[in-house]
Structures are given as structure tokens and as C-alpha cells.
């Protein structure tokens, strides 16, 4: 039996909704007059007409009608129809859209990787960007992006050295310098077979899916080929200063952070002859361009207003020094892209500003892992009436028959098929589940993270090869005090943590200092610490000939980069001599300790308890083949025999062979490394001067687990048998040796 009072409380119900429901028809009724008022009266971009989020501020029938009134009210006549056209459809949820940016460094392509987390984050659409890069971007970005795996994504990458003749002749006084000039060129730069591009900067960060811009493309009229936002100060009014020389502009002007290219109209009409000849004859009256392209845009818009298609302000809500953007997004809670187009970008000076900010950081920190989400309904290419670029390497048109090469990557990339194939082949009730499924993720990697100095070739120079988490930062300062040389080091962190390291290295004085240090950020993921692949990112990062595969928390003596550098000449390594140089291992177990100059002074503290070798307590048959009497009285390099679970610190060239990655973890990780090398015939060679220090630290997570999990050790086993069983694949007989010697109680290295 039911409740008698439920059917009253569902009549009431019902009547709440119905007088609500009445109410929102009142107020959009009333509204829709008004804003009908305002229309007629040319306001229509009032706040609340949905009709017309907002009036563009300029003519949008490519006419000059006018200039903007001084409250950036459109003038009268400007909020017709067209101002006030119905929001265009979306394109086909698979047709594929182009968006092009340039990138030029370390510190644009960390900015880049926050617009395209952004993009990545509301679209619904395949995407194929257009890069046009530097050497440095271009090597930081091919390798993000393979590595990142982004489903229905393709990138295409550009030399910017094959275009800076073409702007070059320039003179440029903004701070993105020549660069800052290369939206000129796109339409002879990109494909002749690409129609369509939306253009971006890198300091711009969306909040809503960029499927909606395209569609913008709708509202061009037969001639217009540009579209553009106003831009959001009175810059090119020439008011600001005295003697405030802008160049010129339909009013207010027009802002490029964000535009809509039609490219196949900007060919007909000759972009280059328009561009061109116009900026040679302005620059006869002024010294430079202020504000790089958008100055010689709006100089060529002025003259030729049947180009340009204003677009709603709320595409390119401009963050400058003299911003008038609040006449925008005061109006409006829809707010589509941020334009953080101050040279102070997140400082910059704004009642509003910490709004604006908190969207930047939400992307800046957001987990990039999680747009590894695929597109439902798509398939893995794009759908055969979508504007596409076809072919691995296609011909762009360039000056005086130029041909650039790019190369597009599949929407779907294969590997990742094939991960993803091998991913559901794995059983999750297996023990070892969570070792095979870490062996199969590809992490994300963000190479040079910070502004990075090759070092100066040398042939015997080393580059010191480590990696780091979050926990072991406070090493930095440290290690940077003892080693003089150049570092490459792999740092796993999330994206958040990311951020906290770059405000850590710039508030030191130290790090900051350094610029031949090389740190490259693998992306967290998965429940073990991926050792050996951090390893052997930052192997492969290394610039110089010779390396010393080292550890975070060892400290190297003061003078070993120098010893190593002599030493490597005296012994003849490389291509005459291929060996491993040992560099002995101590340990303190003191978190205060003075640390010693020379081999003396460390055997002195050795003597007194103060310093033990390596892991003596606990595992001291991982370096006792280094033979620590002899080195005592040793003063030339003596040889050693591998031997079962020997894990030294050694210095190798660079092209030395890599980490077996599937060791995640704790254990077996150098261990197996050092058997590879024996293998592959490398001799060692034990140094007599040369000495590192392991610190003091509380233990890690996976060497935790090791201790008290035997689930975890009947895995690490279980892959040292499969290592086992390759090494006697490759090496036949020769692996006989280390089958025998390694078949002994669990090793700990």
C-alpha cells in the first residue's frame, strides 16, 4: 500500500515545474523583445540576446563602413542581419579540421602543449595540425606527439629555416622576432591542396570545442578569405603615448591570434603580391613592425576590407597591457578562447586576470593522459567527404619552385593499434598483471622541458645520465655543486608536478644557472616506477660521446668529470678500445657528513666508519667484483671479471647498449644492463681516482614493496626469466655463462 501523501507531493510537483516552465517562457519572451529593440537600435550584441551573443566589432559585409565609436560600440548600421546570423551547424563530427601554429624553442613549445591539451580537451573532431618549427621545437614536438599516441590526430611539421627568407628582410621589434612573421606565409607554405586552416598562437587557450570556429567558415562571404577578431585595445588608434606611431588599420584594428584562412582564396588573389609590396612601402615610414604579421595584416586589410570577416570577440579574448576586453566578456558567459597576448602573459595586470588564470592552469596541469580518448563513431580515417591531406609526403608549393616535405601521421597511429591489441590479450586475474601491463605503456615524453646549451663538441667529453621523481628533487642543487659537466636527466612526474619543478629550477639559483643540463619529463603513469625506460630517455638525450650512467642520489667526487675526460683519452676508448670505465661506489649512512676532496681523504673516512662501500649491509655481492682492497693501492685502471649480479656505475659511449625496459621497479634493472655489455664484449676497467657517494634517503615505494610483497619478487623472477630466456635467443651459446651464474638465489640490484 502506497504512502498517501506521494500523489500530492507529485501534484505539487508537477505544478512547481509547470509554473517554472511558464516563467522561463515569460523572461525569454521579454527578452527576445528586447533584444529585437536593441537590434533595430543597433545593439544587438546586448548581454542576454541569444540570438546575437555578440555584434563583431567591425563591418562583417566586407565593406568600410566606419570606424568604432570610442566605447567600442559597433557604429550605427552594424547590427543588422548579418551581425546577427544564426550560429552556423558544426561540421560532420568526422570531417577533419586543420589548425596551424608557429613554434619556435623550448619555452613556445612547453606554451604549445597547453593550447593543444585545451583544443584537445572539447573537440569532437579528427585534427590535423600544421607545425611550422625550429630544429628545437621540432625534436621537443615529433616526440611528444609519437609518444603521446592521440587518437584521430595528425601533425604535420614544417622547416622554418626554409621560410625565414621570405620574412627575414623584415625588421621586427616584437619579442617573437622572425617567427612572429610566419602566418604570413602559410598560404604558400601548407599544402595547395588544403582550402581551409585555422591559425593560432601559442598563448591562447580554448574553452569550447574548436569545431564551433570552423564552422565560422560558413558565414564567409564569396570574397572574404580573412577572419579575424577586433583587436581589444585602442593600439592602433594611436593614442596611447605621444608620439604613438601605429601602423594602419581599419579602426580599431584586428588582432591574428586566432584566424580563419582560406587559403585557396588568399592564392587567387595573389596573397603575396598584397603583402608584400605594402609592407615594403610602410616600412619606409616606420622603422619596424610592433607587432610583428598583425601589423602588416591590418595594414593590407585597410586597403583591401573585402578580405576580412570580423569574427565575435568572444573567439579571441585579447589579455594585453591595454586590454578593453571586458566590454567583451562582461557581456557574455560564454567565452570561447583566451588570447594571453601580454609579454607578461599570466602576470599581466588585469581586474579580472586571476579568472582568466585559473582556466590557463587548469590545462597547464591537466593529466594529458587523459585525452588518449578516442572519437566515438569515427573511424580510424577520416571520412571520405572530409578536407584531408593525402600521402606521406606531399609537395608544397614554395618561392621559385621550392619544395617542402612533410610528413602526416595516421589519425590512428599503428602502433597504438597494436598496443592496444596487445593490452586486451593480457589477463587480469594474473598475479603479474599490473608488470605486464606496465611494460606495455607508452609514456608520454617531453624532452629539453627547460631552455637547454648543447655543450661545445669535445671527443672525449661525458655527459653525467640519471633520472629523478619528485621525491628526490632536493638532489639537484647538489649534484649540480659536483658535477661541472653536462647532465641529461629523466624526470617522472605528472603533469602538476611538472609545474612544480619548473617554478623550483627558476627560483634556484644554482639550476638556474645551468643550461647544460638537460631535463626531459616522462609523463606518470601506471603503478611502478619505470625505471629503465627513464634511463634510457635520458641516454638518448645525451649530446656528447661518453656518458656516466649514474644515479640521482649519488654525489660524484668533485674532480671526476675532469678524471673521466682524461681518462677516456689516456685508455683510447671508442672505436679503438670498447669499454665500460667502473667508477667505484661508497655510501654514508650520516645525512650531514664532510664530503672528500680526494681518494685519501675517503679512504680516511672509510677507515673511520664514517663511509662503507656500497650497499655492503645488504647486498654487498653487487659491487664486490670491483675489488675495493685493490683499489685501495691501485694508481693505473685494472680490469675485472663480470660476475652474477654485479651492477657498477660505469662510464661508456654514448652508443652503448640500452636498458631493458621491461625491469620497472625494484630490482634486476642495472643487473641485467651490465650482463648485456658483457655480452656485447665491453671490457672493465676499474678507475683508481674516480669515486661516487650514494646519500641517505628514506626507501622508495617499489623497494618497499620488494621487501614485503613475495608476489612482487615471484614477478620480478618471473621476468628475469624471460630476460633469460632472449639473452640465450641472441647470444646462443655465449649465453651459456650467465644462464649458469644467474640461476642463484633473487637478486635485489
Known sequence: MRPRGRPRALGAAALLLLLAALALGLFRLGRDRACARRERGGRAGDAGCARCPLTPRGPLDGRARGTATPDGDAPAGHGGPHACAPDPP??????????????????????????????????????????????????????????????????????????????????????????????????????????????????????????????????????QAIGLVENQSNWYLGNLWKNHRPWPALGRGFNTGVILLRLDRLRQVGWEQLWEPTARRELLALSATSLADQDIFNTVLKEHPGLVRPLPCVWNVQLSDHTLAERCYLEVADLKVIHWNSPKKLQVKNKHAEFFRNLYLTFLEYDGNLLRRGLLGCPSQPTAGAERVRGSHLPVAGRAGHVLLHQPWPALPRPLSRLQQALAQLDEEDTCFEFQQQQLTVHRVHITFLPHEPPPPHPYDVTLVAHLSMDRLQMLEALCRHWSGPMSLALYLTDAEAQQFLRFVESSPVLSARRDVAYHVVYREGPFYPVNQLRNVALAQALTPYVFLSDIDFLPAHSLYNSLRASIEQLGLGSRRKAALVVPAFETLRYRFSFPRSKAELLALLDAGALYTFRYHEWPRG???????????????????????????????????????????????????????????????????????????????????????????????????????????????????????????????
Open 623 to 749: 659491487h664486490a667484483p670491483t675489488d675495493y682492497a685493490r683499489w685501495r693501492e691501485a694508481q693505473e685502471p685494472y680490469r675485472v671479471q663480470w660476475a652474477a649480479d654485479y651492477e657498477p656505475y660505469v662510464v661508456v659511449a654514448r652508443d652503448c647498449p640500452r636498458y631493458d625496459p621491461r625491469f620497472v621497479g625494484f630490482g634486476w634493472n642495472k643487473v641485467a644492463h651490465l650482463v648485456e655489455l658483457d655480452a656485447q664484449e665491453y671490457e672493465l676497467l676499474v678507475l683508481p681516482e674516480a669515486f661516487a657517494i650514494h646519500l641517505p634517503h628514506t626507501p622508495s615505494l617499489d623497494i618497499s614493496r620488494f621487501r614485503s610483497s613475495p608476489t612482487y619478487r615471484d614477478c620480478l623472477r618471473a621476468l628475469k626469466e624471460d630476460f633469460l630466456q632472449d639473452l640465450s635467443r641472441r647470444y646462443g651459446a655465449a649465453a651459456l655463462k650467465y644462464l649458469t651464474a644467474l640461476q642463484q638465489p633473487q637478486s635485489q640490484a
Open 90 to 223: 558544426l561540421p560532420p563530427r568526422c570531417e577533419l579540421l586543420h589548425v596551424a601554429i608557429v613554434c619556435a624553442g623550448h619555452n613556445s613549445s612547453r606554451e604549445a602543449v597547453t593550447l593543444v591539451k585545451s583544443v584537445l580537451f572539447y573537440r569532437k573532431n579528427p585534427l590535423h595540425f600544421h607545425v611550422v618549427t625550429d630544429a628545437v621545437a621540432r625534436n621537443v614536438l615529433e616526440t611528444l606527439f609519437r609518444s603521446w599516441m592521440v587518437p584521430a590526430l595528425r601533425v604535420s611539421f614544417y622547416d622554418a629555416e626554409d621560410l625565414k627568407p621570405q620574412v627575414s628582410w623584415i625588421p621586427n621589434k616584437h619579442y617573437s622576432g622572425l617567427y612572429g612573421l610566419m602566418k604570413l606565409v602559410l598560404p604558400s607554405a601548407l599544402p595547395l591542396g588544403l582550402t581551409r586552416v585555422i591559425v593560432l598562437d601559442t598563448d591562447v587557450t580554448f574553452a569550447a570545442d574548436i569545431a564551433e570556429l570552423w564552422a565560422l567558415f560558413a558565414h564567409f562571404s564569396d570574397k
